[in-house]
């Protein structure tokens, strides 16, 4: 049997037994097959010696159950690591960080609390996913939308909470959080915002309360378990537009991410973004990769000519009333008029609502709401998964094709053997440059990968880019990069870790934060 770190059997097996008392034995998982179930497996660390496979998962079905859960927790100073539906793949999945971490997994607690279909929120336990948001919405025709990522079978629990996005308005989905419950570790249950006022009439309405506002210390983080959620939904549009913008020159980005970026703050274009070269995403040309390795942009820009393939698409979206829809768009066309060259194209259209028959005949719902896994399918045929390597760049076309440039030369330097698979996405006055890499359940493979992954992690530092979001292999190697005096950030994150949770029992090295019994050892 697999233990927690620093558990003797005797203890192991004494928590196991309370977790039972609390939550009922069929609801405490310790076999070796249901650990499997618990792996990660788009894991980089596959099969390895340190690949963290839990000892057990025990999965509550109540706020009164997960406070017990988290008293025996402190008792036998046993980690928990906290999963909604344990569907973050490319992040570390339904694994914790380290071997021997108990899982406490939520998506019994699967209840949607409330929607307020005028004011525009939900209010959702962690198991409820995107698909079952969706449905509820759905079979009552509620005038409300949710924003899936893609795919759409994790939670909006934890996908909020880990700071996700998605492509309506309402893509940057922790800015979309309004007032949580949570279990602090040492067992009691806090509401943030206003839902610290008993009886408050407006917890998911008015997202600050008074005082501090500590809703976001609980994303990313390890310090409480969220047992409810609050989240502001977008009132279902009555129209749906998507126009592309298509440019021709290498450089032509540069004028593309500036007049998008004003847009964007304008509050015009209300989108989330996946921008990238036509040449590379989609279908893969072969000649592609040895010419970009080549570092010179003729040849691509000749490619691109001969091929008539725009060399940068910026696939746009609109919501709202029809009128209002077309005179973005108009006014979007306007200003990208400005680049030589520039050339629109008409996408998808619709009214709503759809019938069920017009859905099942869209490829990709996802920017309409619609959360679907059809994803899955973009992925190379074999693949096992992949991680992605997403740091924050400014909204600049100079910095993309800096960071391009040294994607591709540290690819080619520690041989990967193809260029950077660099997708765009935007958040508020940032871009985010995604990587995507490959995994395999092959060690030598996956100690490639993660040598080129780190290689990137150091240069990216180095040019004043960090990652917004990792996977549990690198959470320690991103937070070393957040270094500003000697680490005061992570100084200040170690001095509420171990006021708020003294015994280290929730998420140990989650985002590089230890409690005090482990950080040597890992830090
Ligand atoms: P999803 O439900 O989208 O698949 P996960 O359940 O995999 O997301 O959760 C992703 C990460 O978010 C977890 O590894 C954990 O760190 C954090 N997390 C998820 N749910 C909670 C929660 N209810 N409370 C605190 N942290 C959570």
């Known amino acids: 049997m697999r233990l927690p770190p620093g558990l003797s059997s005797k203890d192991f097996s004494d928590a196991l037994q309370e977790f039972e008392a609390a939550v009922g034995k069929q609801w405490v998982f310790t076999s070796d097959e249901d650990m499997d179930l618990y792996r990660d497996s788009y894991s980089p660390v596959w099969n390895e010696d340190d690949e963290p496979i839990p000892s057990a998962a025990v999965a509550p079905d109540g706020v009164e159950q997960v406070q017990a859960i988290v008293r025996a927790a402190n008792k036998y100073k046993i980690p928990l690591w906290t999963i909604s539906t344990g569907k973050n793949l490319g992040y570390g999945g339904s694994a914790p960080l380290l071997r021997g971490i108990v899982v406490l997994d939520l998506k019994r607690m699967n209840r949607v609390l409330e929607i ?57 989905h922790f800015d979309a959080v309004c007032g949580l419950e949570v279990v602090l570790p040492s067992g009691e249950v806090m509401r943030t915002g206003m839902g610290a006022l008993p009886g408050a009439k407006t917890w998911q309405q008015y997202k600050y309360g008074f005082g501090p506002y500590v809703t976001p210390i609980f994303s990313q983080s390890s310090l409480g378990i969220v047992t409810k959620i609050g989240i502001w939904l977008y009132p279902a549009p009555e129209a749906y537009f998507s126009g592309t913008v298509n440019v021709w020159k290498h450089r032509d980005l540069i004028p593309l991410i500036d007049v998008f970026g004003e847009l964007q703050n304008a509050g015009i274009v209300r989108c989330g973004i996946s921008l990238g070269s036509p040449f590379w995403l989609g279908a893969p040309h072969p000649e592609f990769d040895s010419m970009r390795a080549s570092g010179s942009v003729k040849p691509l820009e000749d490619y691109a000519e001969r091929k008539k393939m725009p060399y940068w698409s910026l696939p746009l979206s609109f919501y709202g009333p ?107 006055r940032a871009l985010v440059i995604i990587d995507l890499f490959p995994v395999e359940r092959n060690v030598e493979h996956n100690r490639k990968m993660r040598e080129l992954y780190r290689r990137l992690v150091q240069e990216s530092a180095a040019r004043g880019w960090g990652e917004y979001r990792t996977h549990t292999t690198f959470m320690g190697d991103i937070s070393n990069t957040y270094s500003f005096n000697n680490h005061a950030l992570r100084h200040f994150h170690e001095t509420i870790k171990d006021a708020v949770d003294p015994n280290g029992i929730l998420s140990p090295g989650k985002c590089g934060i230890w409690p005090k019994h482990l950080r040597k050892e890992n830090a």
């Open 116 to 172: 307020n279909d005028k004011n525009h929120y939900a209010l959702l336990e962690p198991g409820v996913s995107y698909f079952d948001l969706y449905q509820y919405i759905h079979e009552r025709q509620l005038n409300v939308w949710i924003d899936p990522p893609d795919p759409g079978w994790g939670s909006p629990m934890g996908n909020s909470l880990e700071r996700g996005g998605g492509y309506t308005p309402m893509h940057d």
């Open 322 to 428: 029809a009128k209002v829809v077309a005179a973005e768009w108009e006014y979007a066309k306007e200003k990208f008029s400005s680049i030589r060259g520039v050339a629109f194209e008409d996408g998808a259209s619709y009214r709503f609502p759809l019938s069920d028959e017009d859905v099942a005949r869209i490829r990709d719902t996802v920017p309409i709401g619609i959360p679907s896994l059809q994803i899955f399918s973009l992925l190379p045929p074999g693949s096992q998964g992949h991680i992605g390597f997403s740091p924050i760049i400014p909204m600049s076309g100079e910095a993309v094709l800096d960071a391009m440039a040294m994607f591709d030369r540290v690819h080619q330097e520690l041989g990967s053997g193809r260029a950077a698979l660099a997708v765009l996405g935007s958040f508020p």
